[in-house]
DNA sequence: AAATTAAACGAACGATCGTGCTATTGTCAA
DNA sequence: TTGACAATAGCACGATCGTTCGTTTAATTT
């Protein structure tokens, strides 16, 4: 590995964790400079421009994202397993990530849905992977015969990733140390509503969705 | 209403439509200034600080929810009607906020929840207080027999806050037009998990939790 | 209408922002 | 070991940041 990729790799791993906790917004060329030892135009050299390095981030983000949370489920046999594996990673990711601060990623998600430009498509981007992701999961459990032929699992994916922001904003803002215990209970009712078959009031079973 | 009541009020509402769309640290007393036709040493001798002029904007927002959301639904009865009207403002709210942005107190519950001082106070105590009247918005519908008697309220409202944080990422930074469906069926089925009793396996009813 | 207080302005401050240049240093292959 | 090239530093730029101060204009009270 030659000298520029590595110091390029470190200067991300410093920007990640600025980014985390003063935003996309607040990582400033110059204070990142400072933090990695580098004057600000050798920095500055490595991305071209503020946007590229931001950028840059939200990748760096989204792979640390994937080695963490989402290759790890990969070798877990498809369904429910699979999905429980990736959901109780991803409350640990939320709850105490690689970096001092929140996940850079959710926290853009918010602040640049305003603001169209690549940043945003960055971000749209790794959130609808996730999403897809998610739903997918879903469908597998769906064709395991874990969960209910008839669930609708786009609404799943869209369910999942509200409580993940919910544990944010419970947790770190917040700061109430039984947020984890919410997380993981509304996500055994989200489970359970997915594994319990439709049914009318009369009794009967119906699939109509 | 004195002069200087006027102007500070005009600030204010430009300073909200900035923030929605800018965040919290986009709001630059420069651009304000520049916006509302003032110069930057008499806007800023308003607030006496950045630090002051940020609380205020999220005091205004507070301000602004309660009159369009919270308010209009204190008129119905308690319990679930009043519940199903502050969450379909809630989503409206959402939706189409009274500026060109989102919601600033959410998106600044992801900006600055790494960063301790009085502006995270003020969004912490914003989301306490609103979550505190779900959770007595819930307690009034299991109070009046609309939600099972042992319905954790809390958890309630920690599932009806992730919902809020779901649309405004969809609806908002991806932009999906059917996002607004999706939030919609999320709280019908919340609603259903409140209502319906809680069954073992044995079909014989259950109330512990 | 005059006196008094409140509100807004204009100019400047040091600091930092992102971004160009031109050197100088360091790294690697021949 | 030297030559080529990549990597970093140094310096400066215009712009903008939040903030202070003295002055002037406007509003309110007497």
Redesign the pocket.
């Known amino acids: 590995m ?7 790799a470190a200067i991300l791993g410093e920007a990640l964790s600025l980014t985390s906790t003063d935003g996309l917004s607040g ?5 990142l ?1 400072e933090r990695t ?10 991305f ?4 590229q ?1 931001q950028v840059a981030v939200l990748e760096e983000a989204q792979a640390c994202f994937t080695t963490h949370v989402i290759r790890p489920v990969l070798d877990l046999p498809r369904g429910l397993p699979r999905l429980e594996a990736f959901a109780e990673g991803w409350w640990t990711w939320n709850q105490k990530p690689p970096f001092p601060g929140g996940c850079p990623i959710q926290a853009a998600s918010l602040e640049l849905d305003d603001r169209p430009g690549p940043l945003r498509d960055e971000i749209a981007g790794a959130q609808r992977r996730l999403r897809a992701f998610i739903r997918q999961g879903a469908g597998m459990a769906v064709a395991a015969g874990h969960f209910r032929a008839d669930l609708d699992c786009t609404l799943f994916a869209f369910q999942m990733v509200g409580i993940a922001f919910a544990q944010t904003m419970t947790c770190r803002l917040l700061g109430e140390p039984e947020g984890l215990d919410f997380v993981r209970r509304a996500w055994r009712a989200q489970v359970a509503d997915a594994q319990r078959t439709t049914q009318t009031k009369t009794g009967e079973i119906s699939h109509d969705q």
């Not at 990582?27 to 204070?31: D, F, M, Q, S």
């Not at 071209?48 to 946007?51: N, V």
């Open positions: 030659s000298k520029g990729v590595r110091t390029r990582l400033t060329i110059g204070l400079a030892g580098l004057s600000k135009s050798g920095l500055f050299a490595h071209g421009s503020k946007e390095l």
